[in-house]
């Protein structure tokens, strides 16, 4: 939980400038707020960072993916491509916008794969919602290229990967629109939060509109503006919004030392023999937020992910685990929804009770995770490293 290692006189600052005044909405109120408007300055800063026009900051990750499939035009009976291997909230968002989600192999990057898109496009195919899975990047130029032979939109949800990059431009700047999660597991966290980036105008009006009940945050009488269309409401607190920006103001110092953190346990692990790594794309532009290896076999990398998370690392085994992989979501297969959604009412759907995903079970079988610190010391990693020699050495 890197974010969380940073909490300082500067997230206690930005949240008193909040309280000081006690405007917690982040519209209007222009008078009151006395120049404070941290959702806003935010936004300013975090696409000033991805290198694109626009920003829009949400409630959640969650939030953020359900804002990009509205923003892209993406609705009822339309088919969006998602990975096996992926945190359920953007499988999640397609289903609650009324799309269906059509499920393709991963590959070593632990990301979709260029040939597991291409084998389950369709005619009705409208979008990619790719995830960049445990802190870097999927094969996007391969990605993109699919995405502009058949007309895709690209969705890159980077929720697991900010501060990372490809060929030097940010993860998340490549897509049509992208979104990020501050939840309290993040690489930064507001407590939750999220956002969503664009360079498209009309996408922007889109997601700004949509996530405020159509609003259209023009003036400062809420009640007298235009609602170009119906929405909901995944607004941010100015609360949320000042932690966010006190953490993301720490993102470089964060990702530095990850990689460096996560530099000396990699070149530890290269003496085992065993073990491999997954494959990065851009090798530089990892965020250095997890470390990602490979066991032989699934019983090894069990029994390593069970041993050292005793041995108090914080390592994950994906393929047990019932968030992360569609081996075990039952309530897709059973497609038990609160309520009837889309899913129920077509019939171009994948079988999910009897699809096979063969190449993402033999990779995710054997994957291991292990989180990385911001803040470990010299000490501390040594330490750990003589943790792998008892896990890994046997
Ligand atoms: C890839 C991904 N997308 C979306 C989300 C949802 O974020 P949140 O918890 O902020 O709703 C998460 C959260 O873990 C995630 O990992």
């Not at 990605?143 to 502009?148: D, F, G, V």
């Not at 030097?168 to 979104?179: A, F, M, N, V």
């Not at 100015?238 to 996560?262: C, S, T, Y």
Request: aromatic share 10%; net charge negative; proline share 3%.
């Amino acid at each position: 939980m890197p974010g969380t290692e940073l909490f300082g006189k500067e997230e206690r600052k930005e949240v008193m400038d909040v309280l000081e005044t006690g405007v917690l909405f982040r519209y209007n109120n222009d008078e009151a707020r006395k120049g404070i408007w941290k959702a806003k300055t935010f936004e300013k800063e975090f696409a000033d960072f991805h290198g694109v026009k626009h920003c829009h900051m949400v409630s959640s990750g969650t939030a953020a993916d359900n804002v990009s499939l509205a923003a892209a035009g993406i609705g009822a009976g339309d088919e969006v491509i998602v990975p096996t291997f992926t945190f359920i909230a953007p499988v999640e968002a397609v289903v609650n916008c009324g799309a269906i989600p059509v499920f393709a192999e991963i590959d070593k990057t632990l990301c979709l794969s260029p040939e597991g898109i291409e084998a389950v496009i369709t005619p009705k195919t409208k979008a990619i919602m790719l995830v960049h899975m445990v802190g870097a990047m999927a094969k996007l130029d391969e990605i993109i290229a699919i995405c502009k032979k058949y007309n895709l939109v690209l969705i890159e949800d980077t929720a697991q990967a900010l501060g990372g990059s490809y060929k030097r431009k940010p993860l998340g700047s490549y897509g049509d629109i992208s979104c990020y999660s501050f939840d309290f597991f993040k690489i930064i966290t507001a407590g939750e939060g999220g956002a969503v980036i664009t360079n498209n105008d009309e996408i922007y009006e889109k997601a700004h509109t949509w996530s405020d009940h159509g609003h259209s945050h023009i003036g400062n009488n809420r009640g007298a503006e235009e609602h170009p269309i119906l929405g909901t409401n995944y607004r941010i607190s100015e609360l949320h919004a000042a932690v966010g920006l006190a953490q993301f103001r720490k993102i470089d110092f964060i990702i530095e030392n990850q990689r460096a953190n996560k530099k000396v346990l990699k070149d530890y692990l290269k003496k085992f023999s065993q073990v491999t790594f997954r494959e990065l794309p851009d090798e530089a532009g990892d965020s250095g937020t997890v470390i990602n290896i490979f066991l032989p076999t699934a019983e090894e990398a069990e029994r390593v992910a069970g041993e050292m998370a005793e041995a108090g690392l914080n390592a994950a085994y994906w393929y047990n685990n019932n968030y992360h992989y569609i081996k075990n979501w039952e309530h897709l297969k059973e497609m038990k929804t609160a309520a009837p959604v889309g899913l129920q009412f077509f019939d171009n759907l994948q079988d999910y009770k009897t699809v096979k995903f063969p190449v993402s079970d033999d990779i995710i079988s054997r994957l291991v995770s292990i989180y990385v610190k911001i803040m470990w010391t010299d000490e501390e990693l040594k330490d750990i490293c003589d943790k792998f020699d008892q896990v890994l050495g046997k």
